[in-house]
């Protein structure tokens, strides 16, 4: 698998705020924010629930990465889903590091995708509450 995922309860808007938070307490910053649902019916005019990416990422694991790798930025950022189902439950889904940093195939990267797994998987779990 390529992520790992929980489903909460709340607003959407609260949710987005909590995981925010949360990788902020992991030394995340979010550097993009995508809301897909406004795209697709600004584009196409198709309404969907909502659906926002955020791209993720700790300064301080992207710049060792940067420096083992130099094109390890065609990987980054850290994408994490936000995405509400048609029952109004909540998803977020966690891109997993380990999966797609081991396409480098170096291990000093391999050894910075799990210490930034270690960090997300601590976010999903302060989300799950």
């Known amino acids: 698998m390529y992520g790992f995922n929980v489903t909460v309860s ?7 705020k909590k995981v925010t938070e949360e990788l ?20 196409l005019d198709i309404d969907k629930r ?7 990422c700790n300064p301080v694991l ?6 083992a790798e130099p094109d390890i930025g065609l990987l980054l ?6 995405r509400e189902e048609e029952d109004g439950s909540i998803n977020v889904g966690f ?7 081991s396409l480098v195939n170096k291990p ?3 050894g910075l995708a799990s210490q930034v797994r270690e960090k997300l998987q601590r976010v999903k779990d302060a989300i799950a509450g």
């Open 50 to 56: 909502p659906y926002t990416i955020l791209g993720a």
């Open 108 to 110: 000093e990267v391999e």
């Open 10 to 16: 709340g607003s959407f808007d609260d949710v987005i």
């Open 62 to 67: 992207a710049n060792q990465a940067i420096d």
């Open 24 to 43: 902020s307490k992991e030394g995340f910053g979010v550097l993009t924010e995508i809301d897909v649902k406004a795209t697709l019916k600004k584009k």
């Open 77 to 82: 950022p850290c994408n994490v889903l936000v």
């Open 95 to 101: 891109m997993d590091p380990n999966a797609v940093l």
